[in-house]
């Protein structure tokens, strides 16, 4: 997709240029034709003849331009067909889902409740057969109407902080900010609003407990700062626009905070900030056509991958789909796997499971009748009992 993004960019400034190459010789043209009407009416025929060559320079120079122009969009066209042209019948045929029928339509249930479509929800419940899970639809319609209460003309925001304030020790404890974003919208929004004087009593209220906590560093220092940089929002009360300030303003702050809210709400009920169905399906989309070309390329070696819970390829994603690390085994440099799990020697280096089996019966040099052996990076000794699992 970057591939065809640049291509088109390219396409895209290419027509440009080409366009205001053909925009002046037409006014070339019209020019010489104004020329020329003046030269008839003197009985000029040099003038004429004059116009009428370069009328047909204009002509030759619009048709050069428009043919390199049509011949660029169809090397493009050629492209994007070859870009979307993928064989989806090697995925349809997968038989991952085809016992994990039930699982995906929970999914989808739980997809259609986090996204605040409960009426869809309640109607794929009943034909899925599915039991709608009734706690759970209160606290996204619970969840949504603060939220919508956010984004709406008022922007109240008055349920989110109550909500916020009763889980204050939930929210420190997961490190989650989300108290102190409220206040300081709510402290912008009466000072915005003209009441200068009820937004410094609101500070005074609100931002103490945020201030004494800054010893501590880190987060707590950071609001510090903040909570400074807030208070000389009020000198320039009454001209915020031409303020140091105006950022502060900018109409996006209310979908930031409404998105916060809605983060920290499903992270307190244990769930991503973001939809686990949609992620799915973006990473899906993704590593399609990876598979598929790969898939190709088997089909016309008449081979199969025959490795289980795993793709034939790597595919590239984005850091913000990366959701836990990936450990590689540097001896075997197999991917761990729960069945094959990284193992930490007495020495401090990491291996898999698998290596440090073959290493404790001697398959590999170094190893010894009595069952240790030498780490493959250092020179301490180490036995299979020493070891020790590692979780990333």
Known sequence: ??????????????????????????????????????????????????????????????GEQLKELYTNVAKYSKHVDKAFKLDLGYVAES??????REELAQSILQHFLREGDFETARVFAQ?????????????????????????????????????????????????????FALHRLRFLQLVEGGQTIEALRYAREWFPRFGRAATQGGEAAA?????????????????????????????????????????????????????????????????????????GLLRDKRTEWSQQNELPAEVPL?????????????????QASPDNPPMMMPCGHVICKASLEKLARGIRPGASASGRFKCPYCPGMSGLPDAKRVHF
């Open 1 to 62: 997709m970057e591939s065809l993004a640049r291509d088109c960019h390219k396409l895209s400034k290419h027509q440009a240029a080409s366009t205001q190459k053909a925009v002046a010789a037409v006014d070339s043209a019209i020019r010489e034709l104004e020329a020329a009407r003046a030269a008839a009416a003197a009985d000029n025929m040099a003038g004429l003849q004059q116009a009428r060559r370069q009328v047909e320079r204009a002509q030759r120079t619009v």
């Open 95 to 100: 038989r991952a889902f085809e016992d994990k």
């Open 127 to 179: 034909e899925a057969r599915l039991a709608l899970p009734a706690e759970m639809q209160r606290q996204f319609e619970d969840m949504y109407a603060m939220v919508a209460a956010i984004r709406g003309p008022e922007h109240e925001l008055g349920p989110a902080l109550e909500w916020a304030v009763a889980r204050r020790a939930e929210l420190e404890a997961a490190g989650i900010a989300l108290e």
């Open 223 to 295: 609001q510090l700062e903040e909570i400074e940089r807030l208070m000389g929002v009020v000198i320039y009360a009454r001209r915020l626009e031409a303020s140091p300030y105006a950022g502060q303003f900018a109409a996006q702050r209310w979908e930031d905070g409404a998105r916060a809210f809605a983060s920290a709400f499903c992270r307190l009920l244990g769930l991503a900030a973001e939809s686990p169905l949609s992620v799915t399906i973006d990473a899906g989309a993704r590593a399609l056509p990876v598979v598929c070309k790969v898939a």
């Open 318 to 334: 984005p850091d913000t789909m990366r959701f836990h690390s990936v450990f590689a085994c540097p001896v075997s440099k197999e």
